[in-house]
């Protein structure tokens, strides 16, 4: 069995506090997440796993139920002390909500990013074959927005393999050159291809973390920084795999607008 993980537990309160996976952008009316799935599933997931919170659990389970498209899904709830915590613990947090359904190779993806049906199948193909990690690539110059600054996940490789994931924080189209990027650095959205025994060690990380950030009550665990640290310390190798799949995210109630349009014209 190979799983498909979504991480879809927090609502924005940018996008006016409704869960932003459901907002219509498909051609024939489907949700964010419902194109995602689309997308994801004929590369041939069979268990599909939501990481939700408590203020879109009954959402997620009122849409979908137990199955979707004849693929079983399991819930999983990412939860906090909220008089020790202001907010969850991170990424890596709710990846480790989800340990006791996952004994599988997986992907982990965010649920309101739209990655491409090819980075899917990569991914999928990848586990099938290779006990090693991996994670898709994508241009930068194809992830940044023309107006505002944004945070990625800048890949440092060699020989198709990731040496480090640096989280660089305000990128922008007018700021590169005095950041040390280009338009043609590769970068992680958040999408990863990934072994049971990794999120074993993941999930220390992440015990050892919240011990020693007790007190601390925004600091957050990261999946990607999490990720280059393992591979730091020659405890994973990930591979890399550049696609010329589109990424579409939504940050924006506008850009809700920008990608049904663009999803639509693609009918």
């Given at each position: 069995m190979t799983a498909i993980v979504y991480m879809v537990a927090g609502l924005s309160s940018r996008f006016e506090g409704k869960i932003k996976q459901f907002a219509q952008v498909g051609p024939n009316q489907e949700t964010l997440i419902e194109y995602s799935l689309n997308q994801a599933l004929p590369a041939g997931f069979d268990k599909i796993i939501f990481i939700v919170g408590e203020k879109t659990y009954s959402k997620f389970k009122e849409k979908f139920g137990d199955f979707y498209k004849g693929v079983q899904i399991q819930y999983t709830l990412q939860n906090y002390d909220k008089e020790k915590r202001d907010k969850p613990w991170g990424t890596i947090d709710a990846l480790c909500s989800a340990k006791n359904l996952i004994k599988e190779p997986f992907?982990?993806?965010?649920?309101?990013?739209?990655?491409?049906?090819?980075?899917?199948?990569?991914?999928?193909?990848?586990?099938?074959?290779?006990?090693?990690?991996?994670?898709i690539g994508y241009v930068l110059?194809?992830?940044?927005?023309?107006?505002?600054?944004?945070?990625?996940?800048?890949?440092?490789?060699?020989?198709?393999?990731?040496?480090?994931?640096?989280?660089?924080?305000?990128?922008?189209?007018?700021?590169?050159?005095?950041?040390?990027?280009?338009?043609?650095?590769?970068?992680?959205?958040?999408?990863?291809?990934?072994?049971?025994?990794t999120l074993d060690k993941l999930n220390k990380i992440l015990l050892s973390f919240k011990e020693k950030n007790k007190e601390d009550r925004k600091i957050e665990c990261l999946l990607p920084v999490e990720i280059s640290?393992?591979?730091?310390?020659?405890?994973?190798?990930?591979?890399?795999?550049?696609?010329?799949?589109?990424?579409?995210?939504?940050?924006?109630?506008?850009?809700?607008?920008t990608i049904r349009g663009i999803l639509r014209n693609k009918k």
């Open positions: 992907v982990v993806c965010n649920g309101d990013d739209i990655y491409g049906k090819e980075s899917f199948k990569i991914l999928y193909n990848h586990l099938q074959k290779s006990r090693e990690d991996a994670t110059k194809d992830v940044l927005p023309d107006l505002g600054s944004v945070n990625r996940g800048i890949l440092r490789t060699k020989n198709h393999y990731v040496t480090n994931i640096q989280e660089v924080f305000g990128i922008s189209r007018l700021n590169l050159n005095e950041i040390n990027l280009s338009l043609e650095n590769m970068c992680s959205m958040n999408i990863f291809g990934l072994h049971p025994e640290n393992l591979i730091t310390k020659g405890e994973t190798k990930m591979k890399i795999y550049p696609t010329d799949d589109k990424w579409f995210g939504i940050t924006n109630p506008e850009d809700e607008i």
